[in-house]
């Protein structure tokens, strides 16, 4: 499977933003996927998370009621719709794929990594 990140950019606080993962692949809808952030200097951080057939999504307690995490199988694509933005939203943002089909609060959960979108947030 491979994953590609898309639509990140710079947007003032209080907008949104939503972020598209594409993966390819003939049994990609078979996989979990997680979204996850890094801003400088900070670790990797797990925002959210959605089963395969899409039944099970998490948020992090930092974006929740911001941020919601969803898929369309028929197109191979996971979103995070991204609202309410804070400067402290800013990172770079990756998906990432996990065999099982279910998602990991830990980056070693995953078996794929896309390359990465960045989203900066002005105050």
């Known amino acids: 499977v491979q994953l590609q990140a898309s639509g990140g950019g710079l947007v003032q606080a209080g907008g949104s933003l939503r972020l598209s993962c594409a993966a390819s692949?003939?049994?990609?809808?078979?996989?979990?996927v997680g979204w996850f952030r890094q801003a400088p200097g900070k670790e990797r951080e797990f925002v959210a998370g959605?089963?395969?057939?899409?039944?099970?999504?998490y948020r992090a307690d930092s974006v929740k009621g911001r941020f919601t995490i969803s898929r369309d199988n028929a197109k191979n694509t996971v979103s995070l719709q991204m609202n309410s933005l804070k400067p402290e939203d800013t990172a770079v943002y990756y998906c990432?794929?996990?065999?099982?089909?279910?998602?990991?609060?830990?980056?070693?959960?995953?078996?794929?990594w896309g390359q990465g979108t960045l989203v900066t947030v002005s105050s």
């Open positions: 959605i089963s395969r057939t899409g039944g099970s999504t």
């Open positions: 990432a794929a996990s065999g099982s089909g279910t998602y990991y609060q830990s980056p070693t959960g995953y078996d794929y």
């Open positions: 692949g003939r049994t990609s809808s078979s996989y979990g």
